[in-house]
Nanobody, 116 residues
Framework: QVQLVESGGGLVQPGGSLRLSCAVS????????VGWYRQAPGKQRELVAT???????NYADSLKGRFTISRTDAKDTVYLQMNSLNSEDTAVYYC??????????WGQGTQVTVSS
């Protein structure tokens, strides 16, 4: 089993930055991909960014250049640096992990609100 706990969400002004963290615990060795998804009100959950065990990253096209995913060497924390935030970035952000045998894990989510 894998546990994911997000933190770092909150209220930020347009143009501001925020860094989300996801603490990963449990069977970390079984994970081959971690990442972030988000869900805005009335919309489907969508990919934000992922990073593989080998360090390869993937981003939603619309977020490239503004968002950066990273992790600690121990692979026990995953970060999402978000810059130049705007109102369309308002959403609940979820940490996600996938094991080598395709088990899927989700965190409880953290709210990000971009507003003046």
């Amino acid at each position: 089993q894998v546990q994911l706990v997000e933190s770092g969400g909150g209220l930020v002004q347009p143009g501001g930055s925020l860094r989300l963290s996801c603490a990963v615990s449990g069977s970390i060795f079984s994970i081959n991909l971690v990442g972030w998804y988000r869900q805005a009100p009335g919309k489907q959950r969508e990919l934000v960014a992922t990073i593989t065990r080998g360090g390869s990253t993937n981003y939603a096209d619309s977020l490239k250049g503004r968002f950066t995913i990273s992790r600690t060497d121990a692979k026990d924390t995953v970060y999402l640096q978000m810059n130049s935030l705007n109102s369309e970035d308002t959403a609940v952000y979820y940490c996600y992990a996938r094991s080598a045998v395709l088990d899927h894990y989700w965190g409880q989510g953290t709210q990000v609100t971009v507003s003046s």
